[in-house]
């Protein structure tokens, strides 16, 4: 499985919403607060993009020479219709500084400098060491999961059904009876995870690991091919 670094490091380099939180700027509109674009550095330190008149701008750039904390939350939601569909969330806090001269008219790069991140997703929960932050890399097919899956729930809905006699015994027997949709849930190098919905409101998620990790979406296709045969043999 993706390590607590690595979930947090793919959460914070994918497109998920994001949110800037600074003590004191509650009356702050979320859209005031919202980065436009991150990037980790070599260091593990966060790059964000915010509008030059944001409230977090305004306050990193009066509270120069002083520490001012901040909390970067992340809120991971799946890209196809499903109920329960937050995945997960990931928070990064430290110190913010602004960067001079890197962004263009009207934007400014803030710096947050790492101090602690968690993380609690469909894993579980765990909190992440500044350190393993820096040195863990995000999964490799963040930048294509969400297109992946909604290709996968729209185009391949009769093979993801196929899969309930992948889940042993007692699940094909319950998946014969109740005939749940099964809908892709995440995707990572590692394996894809879908959740089976039975009607009212009833749902169990599975997870089916690829023979060995994806490294690109070459790989990620024979996997799947590989997968699905298996579900029809």
């Known amino acids: 499985m993706p390590s607590a670094a690595e979930r947090t490091r793919t959460l914070v380099q994918s497109t998920c919403s994001a949110v800037l939180l ?23 330190d966060l790059f964000l993009e915010l509008p030059t008149d944001s409230p977090a701008v305004r306050a990193a750039t009066h509270a120069e020479g002083d520490e001012l904390t901040a909390v970067l939350e992340i809120t991971d939601v799946a890209p196809v219709s499903v109920p329960h569909r937050i995945r997960g969330r990931a928070r990064i806090s430290g110190w913010l500084t602004t960067v001079p001269g890197v962004s263009g008219p009207g934007r400014t790069t ?10 609690d997703d469909l894993w579980g929960a765990e909190e992440v060491e500044p350190e393993e932050f820096r040195d863990a890399l995000p999964d490799p097919l963040v930048g294509h999961e969400a297109e992946l899956l909604q290709h996968l729930h729209t185009a391949h809905g009769a093979q993801l059904s196929t899969l309930c006699g992948l889940l042993g015994e007692l699940s094909a027997r319950r998946c014969a009876a109740h005939r749940p949709s099964v809908v892709p849930l995440a995707l990572d190098r590692y394996g894809l995870r879908v959740r089976l919905c039975e009607g009212r409101g009833r749902c169990f998620d599975a997870r089916f690991e690829f023979p060995e990790p994806v490294r690109d979406i070459s790989g990620l296709r024979h996997a799947m091919h590989t997968l699905f045969e298996a579900a029809a043999g």
Request: net charge negative; glycine share 16%; charged share 15%.
């Open 22 to 44: 600074v003590p004191g700027l509650n009356a702050a509109g979320p859209h005031q607060l919202m980065p436009s674009a991150r990037s980790v550095g070599p260091d593990g």
């Open 110 to 119: 803030l710096r947050l400098e790492t101090g602690e991140a968690y993380v």
